[in-house]
Protein backbone atom coordinates (compact mmCIF):
# COMPACT_ATOMS: atom_id res chain seq x y z
CA UNK A 1 0.00 0.00 0.00
CA UNK A 2 1.12 3.40 -1.02
CA UNK A 3 1.85 6.41 2.06
CA UNK A 4 -1.13 8.24 0.16
CA UNK A 5 -3.65 9.56 2.75
CA UNK A 6 -7.28 7.73 2.99
CA UNK A 7 -9.20 11.38 2.62
CA UNK A 8 -8.47 14.90 1.85
CA UNK A 9 -9.33 17.58 4.14
CA UNK A 10 -13.33 17.98 4.26
CA UNK A 11 -13.87 14.40 3.94
CA UNK A 12 -16.01 12.19 5.87
CA UNK A 13 -14.96 9.03 5.62
CA UNK A 14 -11.29 9.05 6.75
CA UNK A 15 -11.62 10.62 9.90
CA UNK A 16 -10.02 9.85 13.20
CA UNK A 17 -11.22 6.84 15.15
CA UNK A 18 -12.34 7.85 18.47
CA UNK A 19 -10.72 4.59 20.58
CA UNK A 20 -12.10 3.76 24.57
CA UNK A 21 -10.60 1.94 26.72
CA UNK A 22 -11.88 0.91 30.23
CA UNK A 23 -11.44 -1.88 32.89
CA UNK A 24 -14.07 -4.12 33.78
CA UNK A 25 -14.01 -6.94 36.08
CA UNK A 26 -11.68 -9.88 35.41
CA UNK A 27 -15.06 -12.27 35.79
CA UNK A 28 -16.84 -10.53 33.10
CA UNK A 29 -14.40 -11.61 30.52
CA UNK A 30 -14.52 -15.36 30.20
CA UNK A 31 -18.12 -15.95 30.35
CA UNK A 32 -18.39 -13.77 27.12
CA UNK A 33 -15.34 -16.19 25.54
CA UNK A 34 -16.50 -19.21 22.98
CA UNK A 35 -14.50 -22.35 24.62
CA UNK A 36 -11.08 -22.33 23.11
CA UNK A 37 -10.44 -18.53 23.61
CA UNK A 38 -8.62 -17.76 26.94
CA UNK A 39 -9.35 -14.23 28.83
CA UNK A 40 -6.20 -11.53 29.10
CA UNK A 41 -6.26 -8.58 31.16
CA UNK A 42 -10.22 -6.96 31.33
CA UNK A 43 -9.67 -4.08 29.54
CA UNK A 44 -12.48 -3.28 27.01
CA UNK A 45 -12.09 -1.40 24.07
CA UNK A 46 -14.96 0.83 22.30
CA UNK A 47 -13.86 2.43 18.78
CA UNK A 48 -16.20 4.54 17.03
CA UNK A 49 -15.40 5.17 13.41
CA UNK A 50 -16.42 6.56 10.14
CA UNK A 51 -14.52 5.00 6.58
CA UNK A 52 -14.91 4.31 3.37
CA UNK A 53 -16.36 1.12 2.70
CA UNK A 54 -17.78 0.35 -1.00
CA UNK A 55 -17.31 3.53 -2.28
CA UNK A 56 -19.24 5.41 0.11
CA UNK A 57 -18.71 6.41 4.63
CA UNK A 58 -19.05 3.75 7.04
CA UNK A 59 -20.42 4.94 10.32
CA UNK A 60 -19.61 1.85 12.95
CA UNK A 61 -18.96 1.16 16.79
CA UNK A 62 -17.02 -2.47 17.60
CA UNK A 63 -16.73 -3.72 21.02
CA UNK A 64 -13.38 -5.71 21.68
CA UNK A 65 -12.06 -8.12 24.35
CA UNK A 66 -8.75 -9.05 24.73
CA UNK A 67 -8.40 -12.92 24.21
CA UNK A 68 -5.53 -15.24 23.10
CA UNK A 69 -6.47 -18.57 20.76
CA UNK A 70 -3.56 -20.59 20.39
CA UNK A 71 -1.07 -18.57 21.97
CA UNK A 72 -1.67 -16.01 19.81
CA UNK A 73 -2.55 -12.44 21.49
CA UNK A 74 -5.82 -10.42 19.88
CA UNK A 75 -9.19 -9.45 20.84
CA UNK A 76 -12.24 -11.14 20.40
CA UNK A 77 -15.04 -8.69 18.62
CA UNK A 78 -18.73 -8.90 20.33
CA UNK A 79 -20.32 -7.03 17.64
CA UNK A 80 -19.76 -4.21 15.52
CA UNK A 81 -23.27 -2.10 14.53
CA UNK A 82 -22.93 -0.03 11.18
CA UNK A 83 -25.37 2.04 9.29
CA UNK A 84 -24.29 0.46 5.76
CA UNK A 85 -26.85 -2.49 5.45
CA UNK A 86 -24.96 -3.32 2.18
CA UNK A 87 -21.69 -4.70 4.17
CA UNK A 88 -23.52 -6.48 7.28
CA UNK A 89 -24.74 -9.52 5.49
CA UNK A 90 -21.84 -10.30 3.45
CA UNK A 91 -19.44 -10.14 5.88
CA UNK A 92 -20.85 -12.17 8.22
CA UNK A 93 -21.42 -15.16 5.05
CA UNK A 94 -17.90 -14.58 4.16
CA UNK A 95 -15.52 -14.52 7.55
CA UNK A 96 -18.32 -14.29 10.25
CA UNK A 97 -17.79 -10.59 10.93
CA UNK A 98 -20.21 -9.82 13.65
CA UNK A 99 -21.95 -7.15 11.96
CA UNK A 100 -25.50 -6.04 12.59
CA UNK A 101 -27.18 -2.49 11.88
CA UNK A 102 -27.16 0.55 14.43
CA UNK A 103 -27.34 4.68 14.16
CA UNK A 104 -24.19 5.82 15.05
CA UNK A 105 -23.87 10.09 15.94
CA UNK A 106 -20.38 10.81 15.59
CA UNK A 107 -18.36 14.11 15.51
CA UNK A 108 -15.82 16.54 16.10
CA UNK A 109 -16.45 20.45 16.43
CA UNK A 110 -13.03 21.79 17.40
CA UNK A 111 -11.69 20.05 20.08
CA UNK A 112 -14.80 18.82 20.95
CA UNK A 113 -15.97 15.44 20.48
CA UNK A 114 -19.23 13.35 20.62
CA UNK A 115 -20.36 9.92 20.63
CA UNK A 116 -23.52 8.15 20.59
CA UNK A 117 -25.24 4.97 19.38
CA UNK A 118 -28.25 3.55 19.15
CA UNK A 119 -30.03 -0.06 18.24
CA UNK A 120 -33.33 -0.90 18.26
CA UNK A 121 -34.57 2.21 19.79
CA UNK A 122 -32.01 1.80 22.95
CA UNK A 123 -29.20 3.90 23.31
CA UNK A 124 -26.58 2.14 24.44
CA UNK A 125 -22.66 4.07 24.30
CA UNK A 126 -22.35 8.17 24.72
CA UNK A 127 -19.20 9.73 25.28
CA UNK A 128 -18.67 13.61 25.46
CA UNK A 129 -15.20 14.90 25.68
CA UNK A 130 -12.50 17.62 24.50
CA UNK A 131 -9.22 17.12 23.23
CA UNK A 132 -6.66 17.94 25.63
CA UNK A 133 -3.11 16.99 23.49
CA UNK A 134 -1.22 14.69 21.13
CA UNK A 135 0.75 11.71 21.77
CA UNK A 136 3.46 10.22 20.33
CA UNK A 137 2.08 7.72 17.67
CA UNK A 138 3.13 4.00 18.20
CA UNK A 139 6.74 4.02 16.20
CA UNK A 140 7.35 1.63 13.46
CA UNK A 141 4.41 -0.86 11.87
CA UNK A 142 2.30 -3.45 14.31
CA UNK A 143 0.00 -5.91 13.69
CA UNK A 144 -3.05 -6.74 15.76
CA UNK A 145 -5.20 -9.99 15.70
CA UNK A 146 -8.70 -9.94 15.51
CA UNK A 147 -10.77 -12.42 16.19
CA UNK A 148 -13.98 -13.72 14.32
CA UNK A 149 -15.93 -17.09 14.95
CA UNK A 150 -17.80 -18.53 11.76
CA UNK A 151 -20.40 -21.16 12.11
CA UNK A 152 -24.07 -22.30 10.80
CA UNK A 153 -26.48 -24.48 13.39
CA UNK A 154 -28.18 -26.97 10.94
CA UNK A 155 -31.16 -26.59 9.01
CA UNK A 156 -34.07 -27.11 11.51
CA UNK A 157 -32.17 -26.15 14.77
CA UNK A 158 -31.73 -30.07 15.76
CA UNK A 159 -29.44 -29.72 19.04
CA UNK A 160 -25.64 -29.80 18.65
CA UNK A 161 -25.67 -29.78 15.12
CA UNK A 162 -24.23 -27.57 12.43
CA UNK A 163 -24.24 -27.40 8.74
CA UNK A 164 -20.68 -25.84 9.30
CA UNK A 165 -19.28 -26.19 12.92
CA UNK A 166 -17.48 -23.06 14.74
CA UNK A 167 -14.38 -21.88 13.40
CA UNK A 168 -12.05 -18.91 14.60
CA UNK A 169 -11.55 -16.23 11.98
CA UNK A 170 -7.92 -14.57 12.37
CA UNK A 171 -7.94 -11.03 11.15
CA UNK A 172 -4.35 -9.77 11.06
CA UNK A 173 -4.09 -6.25 10.41
CA UNK A 174 -1.02 -4.16 10.06
CA UNK A 175 -1.04 -0.43 10.44
CA UNK A 176 1.35 2.41 10.99
CA UNK A 177 -0.56 5.55 13.47
CA UNK A 178 -0.24 8.86 11.98
CA UNK A 179 -1.22 10.89 14.32
CA UNK A 180 -2.97 10.49 18.31
CA UNK A 181 -4.76 13.08 20.64
CA UNK A 182 -5.62 12.35 24.20
CA UNK A 183 -9.22 13.16 25.33
CA UNK A 184 -11.01 13.81 28.69
CA UNK A 185 -14.23 12.67 28.95
CA UNK A 186 -16.80 11.04 30.30
CA UNK A 187 -18.21 7.85 29.00
CA UNK A 188 -22.06 6.34 29.52
CA UNK A 189 -22.92 2.65 29.25
CA UNK A 190 -26.83 2.58 28.86
CA UNK A 191 -28.96 -0.49 29.56
CA UNK A 192 -29.68 -2.08 26.71
CA UNK A 193 -31.32 -5.60 25.59
CA UNK A 194 -30.01 -5.33 22.53
CA UNK A 195 -26.88 -4.33 23.19
CA UNK A 196 -25.59 -5.25 26.91
CA UNK A 197 -22.42 -4.04 27.20
CA UNK A 198 -23.37 -2.17 30.29
CA UNK A 199 -24.99 -5.50 32.01
CA UNK A 200 -22.21 -7.95 30.86
CA UNK A 201 -19.01 -5.55 31.01
CA UNK A 202 -19.41 -2.87 33.23
CA UNK A 203 -17.09 -0.03 34.14
CA UNK A 204 -14.55 -1.24 37.10
CA UNK A 205 -11.76 1.22 36.64
CA UNK A 206 -9.85 3.70 34.62
CA UNK A 207 -11.58 5.01 31.77
CA UNK A 208 -9.18 6.70 28.60
CA UNK A 209 -9.89 7.53 25.32
CA UNK A 210 -7.77 8.95 22.01
CA UNK A 211 -8.69 10.01 18.13
CA UNK A 212 -5.85 7.89 16.31
CA UNK A 213 -4.96 8.48 12.95
CA UNK A 214 -3.81 5.08 10.87
CA UNK A 215 -2.75 3.56 8.14
CA UNK A 216 -4.06 -0.11 7.01
CA UNK A 217 -0.84 -1.32 5.54
CA UNK A 218 -2.02 -5.13 5.09
CA UNK A 219 -4.78 -7.38 5.75
CA UNK A 220 -5.33 -10.92 6.21
CA UNK A 221 -8.13 -12.91 6.90
CA UNK A 222 -7.79 -16.35 7.36
CA UNK A 223 -8.99 -19.68 9.32
CA UNK A 224 -7.14 -20.17 12.45
CA UNK A 225 -8.54 -22.85 13.51
CA UNK A 226 -11.45 -25.13 14.59
CA UNK A 227 -13.46 -25.17 18.13
CA UNK A 228 -15.24 -27.87 20.22
CA UNK A 229 -18.33 -27.75 18.65
CA UNK A 230 -20.38 -29.19 21.86
CA UNK A 231 -18.51 -26.92 23.83
CA UNK A 232 -19.69 -23.87 22.02
CA UNK A 233 -22.88 -24.58 21.37
CA UNK A 234 -24.14 -22.38 24.95
CA UNK A 235 -22.69 -19.34 22.57
CA UNK A 236 -24.23 -20.29 19.04
CA UNK A 237 -27.55 -18.36 19.89
CA UNK A 238 -26.63 -14.54 19.71
CA UNK A 239 -28.21 -11.29 19.78
CA UNK A 240 -28.71 -10.48 15.83
CA UNK A 241 -25.45 -10.68 14.09
CA UNK A 242 -23.46 -10.08 17.25
CA UNK A 243 -22.01 -12.02 19.58
CA UNK A 244 -23.73 -10.70 22.87
CA UNK A 245 -25.42 -13.83 24.20
CA UNK A 246 -29.10 -14.02 22.70
CA UNK A 247 -31.82 -16.45 22.66
CA UNK A 248 -33.92 -16.96 19.38
CA UNK A 249 -31.64 -14.07 17.83
CA UNK A 250 -33.11 -11.86 20.46
CA UNK A 251 -32.43 -10.81 23.96
CA UNK A 252 -32.71 -13.27 26.22
CA UNK A 253 -35.17 -13.09 28.58
Not at 52 to 62: D, F, K, L, R, T
Not at 110 to 134: C, K, L, N, P, W
Amino acid sequence: MSDTPMSRPGEVAGWPKLVINYRTEESNIAPLLPPGLKPMDPTVQIGIYCVPIQGEPEYGVSVKVPAEFNGVGGKYNLGMGIDQEAAVFISAELNGQPKYLCDIEYFRLGDHVGARTIHQGYTFIEYAGDVTGSAAPVEGDFTEHEWWTKYSRAIGGEEKKYDFAPHVVDVATTFEQKHLETLEGDLKLLDSPWDPIARYLPVAGDVSAQLVTHQAKARNISAAGALDPDAFWPHADVIGGSRWPGERGGPRR
